[in-house]
């Protein structure tokens, strides 16, 4: 029997530096958290670029160089030359109390083989006097047919005892330069590596020296931190019950989360989280308001918070005190902050208004991937994730509970205020003479009928819009719940009896299939119309977006088809171009159309027109969508065609005279504007809505 | 020959008595209502090999009484997948299905609740698909993806094979899952896709690469 022993390639050292870590940037920070977990108080990063001088490439070089306890020879032999296993143990603390990172040592490969030539040099706080050296070349690895082929010598030498200890570590002959956007990146690493928002008792800096210097190199976090209007604290106790806070600025309590108003929103908010699987953690959010009435220094503190949130803005992640990328980077919004603000805007803080961080400490569970891009997905990263929008939810429930107030007392005291404004107007009166006393005293009453016919119309509108609200809740809940079910079994059924007896009685089906028609046709009728209902009360309909015109015309058409068809509409329709793009809401749109539609209908079929038709014509004319709608109706009579759109008129007895009225307002939320004819090509009224593209560009 | 089972999923029993009256009347088949709930696609995807089901007509919406985590729409493009015939039913326009695009290509067949006398058309549909008869417009190629513009809500992309002024719009996060990594304006991405689609509403986009 042959003894044999499996052995790896030398080029496999090369796969795993460039392969498995594409960009040296995140081994460099590997190797920064080498110098944390080493317990060094400072860590500085100097790195010269490669330059070409005269055609030819001068090479570059990298040192990272800690205050640490360096390494004994030990540590070289079973710790750090052993690449893929991790000699640390994370959940025992360092002698300064940090927790070690616990990396495999895949990371830091990329940054040693961005070189030719590695040298690291140690002095261990264990015994002091001594210096070890370990030089590495690269050129003899890749030679050799396996790396235990290349013996390492690690150089021992003595050094006086009043050397501090500390770790080099010097990469020579760089070919490959950092590009902008890596040395941004590494930037951001270094300067987040150890938690920056909370003051540490063992702090941990990075200095970091580019040659050439980069055109910008961000600013460390500054204490702007006391601007911000809100402090969200949330954490997760080892239980899993989660907790939550919202105070002031100031720091002063404002609210404390009851458990159940966060376990609701954690399955809201979390989709498919598992409560059972939340593990300990740490939430704090700085919430900003992004006025100058915030900042006692004005626009200047302004400014610069607005600097800072745009660097860090977000929740960063930091395990066992060290950062984990990329969580809270820009464009790793990873939370859904901004999503949340989407769907739910008020009082939602989002990655350039807010900034903060989560702490996860000592969780073996919680696997990195070998990219350093993050966590493995797991159910305990989900609900990790969960408990931070379920906070978040929590704070933008309690801010809206503090505005609900304050405009109630604005309403309790709206009335008491101008009473005092009033006496004090008629006081500084008392101090004129003559004319000006009278004009004075006019214009005062002028102000004040104003404003109260300004009320009395808001007030009416709002009490139209909010009964219409009422309607259209009451009318998609019946139409989702009850009407569609039953109205789908009622056409089933009714097919299905006619099949039946067809099966048996082709003379018996001849008779009844006329009937079973007219089910089906009625059925149809009343299903387009839930359909409509549905479609117009979707929330996604009412974001405020980039909308193809012509596919929201064609798509209420579409729902309205079997409707037209019932009463025997004809439908003309020239569409807009597919490109034809405006920005608002798909809401708006549908609302014009819906209006429009309907109003032709119902005149149409008052008048009992026979042949009723609705053309629809889409034309771009410059930077504008113009579309009009006719029919061969009566046209606009009894009414001045000035007077359509005021709220409550209507000629109809059952109308609720406000379909004109949202129509002119939903253009004006479009920034577009309408305008109507009495009668038209088709003999009936014309409508033409008018509104402003954006070009695709 | 032995009558061939077809399985009515729905989270609601009057909307499977509905499947299984058309299944019966329409297909002239045994109706088996499925009865191992959570429904997953791999619990689901069990039971009919389990159960020997020819064919399936599954409900969309199934999030009733705990039925389901899942959408029909997951469940029906897995059990497509393993090729077992399937047409999925719903009350709602198919275009609205939240991400639709991504699961549309193992849809081959869509029957509006409404309208359950259609069903034998459908399910010869899917079966003919399952079979690998697949029409020219639902036939998949590898093409080209450009995104367009992109927020944290939904992202713009163009197929230029398909049409190269139509934006497509997509979830953010749906694509992003897709391609495992943030996604920025001017990327581009291959994906397998009908680009002979008659409409952007039966579009889909399948094996992205990520």
Partial sequence: MARASLKFASDLLRRLGEELNPSPVNGIIELVKNSYDADAPRCSVTIVQPRTVGGKIVPGHLI??????????????DGWLILGRSRKSSSVPTRLGRRPVGDKGLGRLSALRMGRKVTVTSRPKKARGTELQLVIDWARFDRSRTPN?????????????????????????????????????LNRGVLLVANPFEAAKEPFVVDLTIDPPPRRLLPKVPDLMKSAAFILEGSVATDGTMAASLRDGGGA???????????????????????????PARFKLWIFLLVTSEFPGGLKDLNAVRGLLQEFGGVHVFLDGVRVAPYGDPNDDWAGMAGMRASNPEYMPQPRTAMGYVTLEDQPGLKQKTDRSGFLESPATEALRAFVRAALSWQSSVRIGFRDNTEQQVRQTGKVEREQISAQLNALFLGLQGTAKDKAHALVKRLGDVSSRQEAVLSREIELYRSLGTAGIAASVFAHESANNSLARIRNNATAVQFRVKKKDKLLAEQTSPLVVRVTEDVDGLLAVSEITLSLVKAKHRKRQRIAVAEVVSSVLDVFRPYLDLNEVTVEHQPLPKDAYILGSRSAVECIVV??????????????TSSPTIRLEGEVKGKRAYLSIMDNGPGIKDISLNDIWLPGETTRDEGTGLGLTIVRSSIRDLNGRISAEATSLLGGARFTVVLPLILKD | MSQLRIAAIDDQAASVQMLSTAIEDYLEAQAVPFDRTPATPDSVSRWVKDAKIDGVLIDQDLRKGNFSPSSGMEIAAEL?????????????????????????RYLPAFLSKARLENVEKEMQRATAEVHGQVADERKAYRTVIRV????????????PAFSPSEWITVSTRALESRLKKNVAAGMRFMAEVNIGAQSRDELFISEVES
Wanted: net charge negative; glycine share 4%; proline share 4%.
């Fill in chain 1, 64 to 77: 990272i160089d800690d205050l640490g306890d360096g390494m004994t020879e030990k540590d070289f032999r």
């Fill in chain 2, 148 to 159: 367009d513009d992109v927020d944290a809500q939904k992202a713009l992309l163009i197929v």
């Fill in chain 2, 80 to 104: 497509f997948k393993r090729r077992c015939p399937t047409v999925l039913t719903t009350m709602h326009q198919i275009a609205d299905l939240q991400d639709g695009i991504w699961y549309r």
């Fill in chain 1, 253 to 279: 309590l404002l609210a404390t989360a009851k458990p159940e108003d966060l376990e609701t929103r954690f399955s809201r908010y979390g989709q498919d989280a598992q409560p059972e699987a939340r593990m």
């Fill in chain 1, 149 to 185: 082929e290349v013996n390492l010598n690690i150089k021992t030498a003595s050094v006086p005892r009043s050397t501090h200890p500390g770790t080099t570590i010097r990469v020579d002959g760089i070919e490959r330069r950092l590009e902008a956007s890596e040395i941004e990146r």
């Fill in chain 1, 595 to 608: 209006n429009l539609i309907t109003n032709a209908m119902q005149a149409m079929d008052l008048a009992n």
